[in-house]
């Protein structure tokens, strides 16, 4: 486990000092994720380079497993080191010497003798599927083996916690999905603690157990991913599943924001509110995201005013947080103009997520 508190970094120019990062408080539990997002110049790489220690916090503390990182110094902080692997954007592999000998590299800088040293390489690549690339070189592999033999090598000193700056950036989405893939059963099999920093918000939704958004050098918002996803009031629940609508069709005239939490949504809700309630809804867009045994969701359906209370308590009663829209217009329920033709101006769903086809209606006369 990795608990960062009160984490400060300033930066001292010709201008003066600049804060970079104004008090951070995150904990990653063992054995889970926590992406790290927030918009260029949030200080997510500066966040990176305090927790791997390339970088010395002007105040706070960086606590694994309960000791304190950040003081350390010398022969101490090389030692700390050895608990953090970091995964690069690159991978950085040194292109001249051999795959087995990139993984070596740690294990060779701190003198661990050979025999032992190959056993813990020869490991290594065979949890990331590449035993078989031990005697080539970087530049014979794939983007996405280039990224398994850096995580091999971070792996090679028994990290508690893997650290992976933007590791998934540039990968094509096969490649990205197998690096996450592994990244999941190395939380799993290791009980590592993983802190991803990334701007892709794909990356964060297929894999992501917490999410942290950092805004201006702060923490903005953080919580478990469903919990995000399920807050109408979050900016990253948002992001992660972004909602295009269709506009009120005529009958119509109150929107209505949906979120699906865990697993106790009754399947069945369009129908159950049409017909059991006797309330008219139109379907006008969603996503809904299946984890594990769970779904994960945002839909917005229109109403009729009349019935939009009732629609907010049957559907809250079936297991869905049901909220009113106050900017009620004919345009889309963010207030950009969509029209039928173009339904999703913001692009395609998220990949790996079922788009709910929007435009469906149902309800009995009213
Ligand atoms: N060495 C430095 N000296 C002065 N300012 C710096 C230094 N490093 C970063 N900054 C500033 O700190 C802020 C945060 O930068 P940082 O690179 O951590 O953001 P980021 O969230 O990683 O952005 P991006 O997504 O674009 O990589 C920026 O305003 C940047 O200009």
Redesign the pocket.
Known sequence: MIEIRDLHQA?T?RGGS?E?LKGIDLTVPEGSITAVV?P????????SHCISLLEKPTQGEILVDGSDLSRLRGRQLRSARRAIGTIFQHSALLRRITVAENVALPLRNLGVVHHEMQDRVAEMLDRVGLLHKADSYPGQLSGGQKQRVGIARALALRPRILLSDESTSGLDPDTTAQILSLLADLRTDLGLSIILIT?EMDVVRNVADQVAS?SHGRLAEYGSLPSLVADQDSTVGGQLLPIAALPLPAGFDTFLDLAYQDGDVDPEWFTRVAVDHQIRLALLGGTIEARGATALGRAVVGVRGEQAQRAIGALNGLGLSARLRSDVDRSGPTGTAISAASPDPTGPPPSGATPIPAGATAGATA
Not at 40 to 47: Q, V
């Open positions: 930066y120019g600049v970079v927030g260029s110049g949030a200080g997510k790489t500066t966040l701007h950092l």
